[in-house]
């Protein structure tokens, strides 16, 4: 593998992406912030959880949408043309996006651990309802990737990411319902069970099934261009 290209496209993407990234991550934690003042008041605590939601899924669908700027600027034949094989170039954008997405995510996931341990008036009980939830917008995410650089269209990649927006609600919902989670959720203590444990490696197993899939696809393309 042409570990110094794949480098320097990884590079590349960060570069692209650095503004977005500090925004995000300002923006994240400031809400974090205001939701830690706001001593657990309902209203606050939904709309911060929608804003973190949103500015996670966000942008990981901003940092996934390279590929498609890509295709649409006519960078990919410049790309392409670089002594890089079909290997090389999914392994430069799937693993530079996704670890720039996984950059913030860890950030922001710390962020909230923190508020839930040294905020007081916040159970701490959530705490394995919100890895599992952040977990859940980290699968999205590299469903979003997948579909970006296998289809290369603007159009899937604004439909994935909405659904995945949409099914997040849905499976919180699904979630909480779960007597092994929902009863523990407003418990002092962080109570991690079996349920907690099956639902992240159910999460995970899609997570590399998807990453794979994307793999699988691209190795079958004779034409990137």
């Known amino acids: 593998?042409?570990?110094?290209?794949?480098?320097?496209?990884?590079?590349?993407?960060?570069?692209?992406?650095?503004?977005?990234?500090?925004?995000?991550?300002?923006?994240?934690?400031?809400?974090?912030?205001?939701?830690?003042?706001?001593?657990?008041?309902?209203?606050?605590?939904?709309?911060?959880?929608?804003?973190?939601?949103?500015?996670?899924?966000?942008?990981?669908?901003?940092?996934?949408?390279?590929?498609?700027?890509?295709?649409?600027?006519?960078?990919l034949p410049f790309v392409m043309s670089l002594p890089i094989s079909y290997l090389e170039y999914t392994t430069s954008k799937l693993v530079g996006s996704l670890i720039i997405f996984f950059a913030l995510w860890l950030a922001l996931l710390i962020g909230m651990i923190a508020t839930i341990l040294i905020t007081p008036w916040f159970p701490h009980g959530l705490i394995p309802f919100v890895v599992i939830m952040a977990v859940e917008m980290l699968m999205t995410t590299c469903l979003i990737a997948a579909v970006s650089i296998t289809t290369e269209?603007?159009?899937?990649?604004?439909?994935?990411?909405?659904?995945?927006?949409?099914?997040?609600?849905?499976?919180?919902?699904?979630i909480v319902r779960l007597p092994g989670i929902g009863r523990t959720m407003s418990g002092p203590a962080i109570q991690w069970n079996a349920t907690a444990t099956s639902i992240l490696l159910v999460e995970f197993a899609f997570i590399l099934l998807m990453i794979g899939i994307a793999f699988f696809v691209q190795s079958r393309k004779q034409d990137f261009i």
């Not at 977005?20 to 959880?49: E, S």
């Not at 500015?55 to 498609?68: H, K, Q, W």
């Not at 949409?166 to 699904?174: C, D, I, P, R, T």
């Open 153 to 174: 269209s603007q159009g899937w990649m604004i439909a994935v990411t909405q659904c995945g927006a949409l099914g997040l609600n849905a499976v919180g919902f699904s």
């Open 1 to 75: 593998m042409n570990t110094k290209i794949v480098t320097r496209l990884i590079l590349k993407d960060w570069y692209l992406s650095r503004e977005m990234f500090v925004a995000a991550l300002i923006l994240g934690l400031g809400t974090l912030v205001a939701v830690a003042a706001a001593k657990a008041t309902m209203l606050a605590v939904i709309l911060g959880v929608i804003v973190l939601a949103t500015v996670i899924i966000g942008m990981g669908a901003v940092i996934m949408s390279t590929t498609v700027t890509e295709r649409k600027q006519q960078t």
